[in-house]
């Protein structure tokens, strides 16, 4: 089974993904947020995921100006402009503090905080938004 992710080319759809993924999940903060990173940055999910603290935070608590990284696929490196989600990031700050979350993962797991998330989970976190907004998504072929 392969995932295949699609760009959301109507706004009023990114809108409603982006409510439904901060209001209806537990976790709504930490999944909003790998989705505002994602979308930011077009990282790849895998590598969203494997983004750790330090890499977006300075040891002051503020969010850095650029993150560096090497894509997992590729190995290529990276540079990450993180303006442009730094009030999303600085609002999951206060949302992992207020949950008592402590991990050198930006993204943990909610039941492992010493674990990332994974691809598999944020796949079925989106799925269930397309779920509930009655839309097929991300896509999921097949292979034969």
């Known amino acids: 089974m392969q995932q295949i992710v699609l760009p959301i080319k109507d706004s009023n759809v990114l809108k409603e993904v982006q409510d439904t993924l901060l209001h209806n999940f537990k976790a709504g903060r930490r999944n909003y947020t790998v989705f505002q990173v994602g979308k930011a940055t077009l990282l790849r999910v895998s590598d969203v995921m494997k983004l750790r603290w330090a890499d977006v935070f300075n040891e002051n608590g503020t969010v850095r100006q650029n993150a560096f990284i090497h894509d997992q696929k590729t190995g290529k490196a990276n540079l990450l402009y993180l303006k442009p989600v730094q009030a999303d990031l600085l609002a999951y700050q206060a949302w992992l503090q207020d949950n008592h979350l402590v991990?050198?993962?930006?993204?943990?797991?909610?039941?492992?905080?010493?674990?990332?998330?994974?691809?598999?989970?944020?796949y079925k976190i989106m799925s269930k938004v397309g779920d509930l907004l009655g839309i097929n998504y991300p896509r999921v072929l097949q292979s034969s």
């Open 103 to 122: 991990s050198d993962w930006l993204f943990p797991s909610i039941q492992h905080s010493d674990r990332h998330i994974t691809e598999k989970q944020f």
